[in-house]
């Protein structure tokens, strides 16, 4: 079969692979939309999850499912199903424990293109398909339900880690796709103010859809000043983080009251350390928590979040700016998500056969 690989750091191209075998417990799906990830661009070119050969790229998409393995019990070929980036095995014990994308150890829940073949290929291999496929809505359209792969879910743990709770004053700070993601669900779980930080035209107009009630734009100086002037000195309750790097921490842990959280779901890609400013978080006694984590996958999740796209609770079609058609159009998407004009937010590829 045809796929899009990481040839090695730095490298991508088309590869002819066999079709991947299908264990009594996977499916194999067809991918029918298929979307390219900031991972992605983190995994190829800043070689994330340390060098790969021939590594089909690729973990958000929707598909049909075309064989399962006999003790698979409810999905069988044709189904439509949404595949959630992070793949857990359910039956391990890090799972039991209730951290399903440490399944296996750390971060192991996220297999696809990171330690099995992705989804940008003609076929792909779902591991625990009972416990990780869900059911395409009858109806959804499946480019908007790419964005239930990791976008939307992602976001949305943000806020489940800063644990938002009604009235709290919210910060989320960077608004790509997974902060725009976090916006709503800071506003579905109640925020009172909730400023979004980010500057590009388009993404700014959707977090106000999502229920932003204040744009904090960087190039309008220290977005700490920003939020501590709006907030009379007394900062916010929670924040989320989904854009900057390990001296973003220095800016979220001072402006949390004491007592508050963050939930961070950025990739901090470099620096040997996270910079906590000592006397902003209480000189060690603050009581300001930092959580950080990777989404945790599954059905349930991804089925409950689709029912919410489906009551009209969360749109996520308005993060895709970009569309294209046929297998071959990946490599065009994945290298759009590199150079990001600012223009994008996602693109998705849809694949009829
Ligand atoms: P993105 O690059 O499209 O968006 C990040 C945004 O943050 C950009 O708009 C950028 O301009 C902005 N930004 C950068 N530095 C900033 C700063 N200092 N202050 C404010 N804004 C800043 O990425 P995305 O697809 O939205 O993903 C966000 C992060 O989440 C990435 O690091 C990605 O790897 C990570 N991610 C994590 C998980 C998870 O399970 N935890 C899953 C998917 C993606
Ligand atoms: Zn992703």
């Known amino acids: 079969m045809k796929a899009f690989a990481m040839l090695k750091i730095g490298e991508t191209g088309w590869i002819e692979k066999d079709r991947p075998k299908c264990g009594p417990m996977d499916a194999i799906v067809r991918p029918i939309a298929l979307a390219p990830c900031t991972s992605d661009v983190h995994t190829v070119w800043e070689g994330s999850v340390g060098?790969?050969?021939?590594?089909?790229?690729?973990?958000?998409?929707?598909?049909?499912?075309?064989?399962?393995?006999?003790?698979v019990k409810d999905f069988k070929p044709g189904d439509k199903v949404i595949v959630p980036a992070i793949t857990p095995?359910?039956?391990?014990?890090?799972?039991?424990?209730?951290y399903s994308m440490h399944s296996g150890g750390m971060l192991n829940g996220w297999k696809f293109s990171n330690t099995?073949?992705?989804?940008?290929?003609?076929?792909?291999?779902?591991?625990d398909a009972d416990g990780n496929l869900a059911h395409l809505p009858e109806g959804m359209d499946p480019a908007t339900a790419t964005m239930l792969s990791d976008m939307v879910p992602t976001g949305l743990h943000g806020?489940?880690?800063?644990?938002?709770?009604?009235?709290?004053?919210v910060c989320v700070i960077g608004i790509g796709?997974?902060?725009?993601?976090?916006?709503?669900?800071?506003?579905?779980?109640?925020?009172?103010?909730?400023f979004a930080v980010g500057s590009r035209q388009n993404c700014i107009d959707i977090a106000k859809e999502y229920g932003a009630t204040d744009i904090i734009n960087?190039?309008?100086?220290?977005?700490?000043?920003?939020?501590?002037?709006?907030?009379?000195?007394?900062?916010?309750?929670?924040?989320?983080?989904?854009?900057?790097?390990?001296?973003?921490?220095?800016?979220?842990?001072?402006?949390?009251?004491?007592g508050g959280t963050i939930g961070n779901i950025n990739y901090l890609g470099d620096?040997?350390?996270?910079?906590?400013?000592?006397?902003?978080?209480?000189?060690?006694?603050?009581h300001?928590?930092?959580?950080?984590?990777?989404?945790?996958?599954?059905?349930?999740?991804?089925?409950?979040?689709?029912?919410?796209v489906m009551k009209g609770r969360i749109d996520p079609s308005r993060l895709i700016t970009h569309r294209f058609e046929g297998l071959d159009k990946v490599e065009e998407a994945l290298m759009l998500m590199k150079d990001k004009p600012r223009d994008l937010i996602k693109p998705v590829v849809t694949i009829k056969w």
């Open 89 to 98: 095995d359910w039956n391990s014990l890090e799972a039991q424990a209730g």
């Open 218 to 258: 960087y190039k309008n100086g220290s977005i700490l000043e920003q939020v501590m002037e709006k907030t009379n000195g007394k900062g916010v309750d929670k924040v989320v983080i989904a854009g900057g790097d390990v001296d973003t921490f220095i800016e979220a842990v001072t402006m949390l009251k004491p």
């Open 177 to 194: 796709p997974v902060g725009l993601m976090a916006v709503r669900g800071a506003y579905l779980r109640g925020a009172s103010d909730l």
């Open 159 to 169: 806020c489940e880690l800063a644990n938002i709770e009604y009235g709290d004053k």
């Open 116 to 127: 099995k073949d992705g989804v940008f290929a003609e076929f792909f291999n779902v591991n």
């Open 51 to 71: 060098d790969r050969h021939n590594l089909i790229l690729g973990h958000e998409g929707v598909g049909e499912v075309v064989e399962v393995g006999e003790l």
């Open 288 to 308: 300001k928590t930092i959580a950080g984590g990777l989404m945790p996958g599954g059905r349930l999740r991804m089925e409950k979040l689709a029912d919410m």
């Open 271 to 286: 620096g040997e350390f996270v910079k906590i400013p000592r006397a902003e978080w209480g000189v060690g006694m603050g």
